[in-house]
């Protein structure tokens, strides 16, 4: 098993960038697609980005084709998410989360390890 661990939210300005870090433990890890999802207060998570166990193959959500850039560092055991021209709908929970096998899902239930959240905050 692994655990995941966010890191790099915060405030940013509209037109702005962030990069968020999802560093995991554990063995395993090269044994688990992962992915990003956010979540608005009131509204379901929404699939952002997916990579596989190998680094390869990134597929991404229609709200963030062109503008957020997921890649894999599997030495450090870390995955990012490069988030450029932001803007205030962006502003939510963000999280990872990981599923053993080679490609991961683009809805929550096909993950099994969650982390705990970033807050990024675009303000209008």
């Known amino acids: 098993q692994v655990t995941l661990v966010e890191s790099g939210g915060g405030l940013a300005q509209a037109g702005g960038s962030l990069r968020l870090s999802c560093a995991a433990s554990?063995?395993?890890?090269?044994?688990?697609?992962v992915a990003w999802f956010r979540r608005i207060p009131g509204k379901d998570r929404e699939f952002l980005a997916q990579?596989?166990?190998?680094?390869?193959?990134?597929y991404y959500g229609d709200s963030v084709k062109g503008r957020f850039t997921i890649s894999r560092d599997s030495a450090k055991s870390t995955v990012f998410l490069e988030m450029n021209n932001l803007t205030p709908e962006d502003t939510a929970v963000y999280y990872c989360?990981?599923?053993?096998?080679?490609?991961?899902?683009?809805?929550?239930?096909?993950?099994?390890?969650w982390g705990q959240g970033t807050q990024v905050t675009v303000p209008s």
């Open positions: 989360a990981a599923s053993r096998g080679t490609y991961g899902d683009d809805y929550p239930n096909g993950y099994d390890v």
């Open positions: 554990g063995r395993t890890f090269g044994d688990y697609a």
């Open positions: 990579i596989t166990r190998y680094g390869t193959k990134p």
